[in-house]
């Protein structure tokens, strides 16, 4: 099903208004930095100059000008992110799937994040926003934007310094699997580090109580690294039929994706570059195109059901 804004006449009203809105923050905002960049300007060149008053003076004026117009922009810019998101992202989301909801201020929690073991590092700082909850058919699924760092501290001559990096920052996804799994079973990108990781897991000793799985699809094996605390479960979920699903479902990705199983949910971390659901503060609302990669997005998610047959129940739960 595509969606588009053309035959919706309702959509298109409230976007106009949300848009004379977004031209009023915009303006306020440009305005904002120009004042901000006058007072640098000012200051530097009063510097060079070799009037260092005037500097302080000339350039703090319209410096703090430009800062407050920002800060007093603030709660419309919110308002109007929070009216996309409820009014705009939620009404095409009904019009994909009446079961889609979305809460921008819920999402994936920090223990389910580490507790899906998708990735070897917990995160020191975490942050989870948009979570969206629906079915597709019999499949109960949510996915959620998450963005989770590592610190680390190093010691320099003047003390620490702190520095912070991803571990993921992109999309997770779960479905409801319809099969209570003994063991875990994690399918990660064959990256340097976990090629690495498979071949001492392999010939030297085991990752805790996961086992490289080998399986019969030397494009799979090319293209991920398996682990399984349960190799027989691990070789029965991941039947030629699904390793296919899976494969095509990655070469439709942007960014390599990694999978796991555990319990009776299967999980799936999607990175991306974006923040999704934000509306647009310096472009057009009318023409919808930010809209329209959000709807895709969505979809995508909302596709994995049938792209990975979820729906077909060929085991009842345990």
């Known amino acids: ?19 004379l809105e977004r031209k009023k923050i915009a303006s306020t905002q440009i305005k904002g930095y120009i004042f901000i960049l006058l007072g640098i300007a000012i ?34 810019l919110r308002a109007y992110k ?4 409820r009014d705009v992202i939620g009404a095409a989301l009904k019009f994909l ?25 917990k995160p020191d ?3 989870t926003e948009d979570l969206v909850t629906g079915s597709a058919g019999k499949t109960r699924f949510y996915f959620a934007e998450v963005h989770a760092e590592y610190k680390t ?3 320099t001559k003047n003390g620490t310094r702190t520095e912070w990096h991803d571990i993921f920052r992109g999309i997770i996804f779960a479905a409801d699997f319809n099969k209570n799994f003994n063991g875990i079973t994690i399918v990660r990108p064959k990256g340097f580090a976990n090629a690495l990781g498979a071949w001492f897991s392999k010939n030297i000793f085991s990752f805790g109580d996961s086992d490289v799985v080998k399986l019969e699809n030397p494009d799979f094996d090319k293209t991920f690294v398996t682990y399984g605390s349960d190799q027989v479960e691990a070789r029965y979920i991941l039947t030629p039929a699904m390793m296919d699903r899976i494969l095509t479902l990655n070469r439709e990705s942007k ?10 949910r299967m999980y799936i971390a999607f990175p991306l570059n974006r923040n999704y659901f934000e509306p647009p503060v310096f472009k057009s609302l009318i023409n919808a195109e930010t809209l329209n990669d959000d709807i895709t ?6 596709d994995i059901v049938q792209e990975l047959d979820l729906n077909t129940r060929i085991w009842g739960k345990a």
Do not use: W
């Open 297 to 302: 997005a969505v979809k995508f998610m909302y």
């Open 125 to 127: 700082r975490y942050n």
């Open 82 to 85: 929070n009216a996309y998101k």
């Open 97 to 121: 799937d009446e079961s889609l909801a979305l809460q921008p201020g819920a999402g994936i929690d920090a223990s389910e994040f580490v507790y899906t073991q998708l990735f070897t590092q």
């Open 43 to 76: 200051a530097v060149i009063c510097f060079i100059l070799g009037f260092p008053i005037p500097a302080v003076i000339g350039g703090l004026i319209p410096f703090i000008y430009g800062a407050v117009l920002h800060y007093k922009i603030g709660d419309d």
């Open 255 to 264: 960014y390599e994706i990694t999978l796991s199983f555990i319990e009776s």
């Open 1 to 19: 099903m595509q969606f588009g804004i053309e035959g919706n006449v309702a959509l298109q009203q409230v976007l106009a208004t949300m848009d």
């Open 153 to 155: 501290v190093t010691q």
